[in-house]
């Protein structure tokens, strides 16, 4: 990378993250705000002593949420950074296939869209907000079962949650996709 193309995306850096920070930050105090008007009793996780770092007087429903937007903020900005003008072709394609990598690896609503994309058997736009909202209400079950527990699902769950969510996209696809997604499933073994 030559000083310019350095330059160039530090400036970018510059301003998102600051943005981006302000957000997280805004968020956070609106999600806390919201569940003190709401009445929830949830303490603050064990452990957490006053004086201790703010994060472990904050609770884990909220810290999840927060995480999610993160990610999804992270995401934005390295696709930002990948399509930089001030990086030539090589760099931004380099830089799209590891993002894509990336997002593949974590799994989720996301990842499939990329791997139907890849596979060259996209979601229709009729497709996409049915398969976005099987996954929203797998998240919002997962978190549910984290609340039921008061910490981490088991796992038998969670699979179950998953499978479950596989077996309704599965019924919304093409022959194509579902071609696509057997072979990814394979792979994946």
């Keep these: 990378m030559t000083k310019e193309q350095e330059t160039e995306l530090n400036k970018l850096l ?12 805004t968020h956070g105090q609106q999600m806390l705000a919201a569940k003190a008007s709401s009445g929830d009793s949830t303490q603050a996780p064990a452990g957490a002593a006053r004086g201790g770092p703010p994060s472990s007087r904050v609770p884990a429903e909220v810290l999840d949420a927060l995480e999610v937007e993160m990610r999804q903020m992270n995401d934005a900005l390295f696709g930002k950074i990948a399509a930089a003008a001030a990086l030539n072709a090589q ?80 019924s919304l696809l093409v022959p194509a996709q579902r071609s696509a997604l057997l072979a990814l499933l394979k792979a994946q073994q």
């Design 14 to 25: 510059d301003t998102e993250i600051p943005a981006m920070r302000r957000t997280l930050q």
């Design 91 to 170: 760099q931004q394609s380099v830089l799209t296939k590891m993002a894509r990598s990336q997002i593949r690896t974590r799994g989720g609503f996301d990842a499939l869209r990329i791997t139907m994309e890849d596979a060259g058997v996209p979601f229709t736009s009729e497709q996409l907000p049915q398969v976005q909202s099987l996954f929203e209400d797998q998240k919002k079950a997962r978190e549910a079962l984290a609340k039921e527990t008061q910490g981490t699902p088991d796992p038998a769950k969670v699979k179950q949650l998953e499978t479950a969510t596989l077996t309704r996209v599965v």
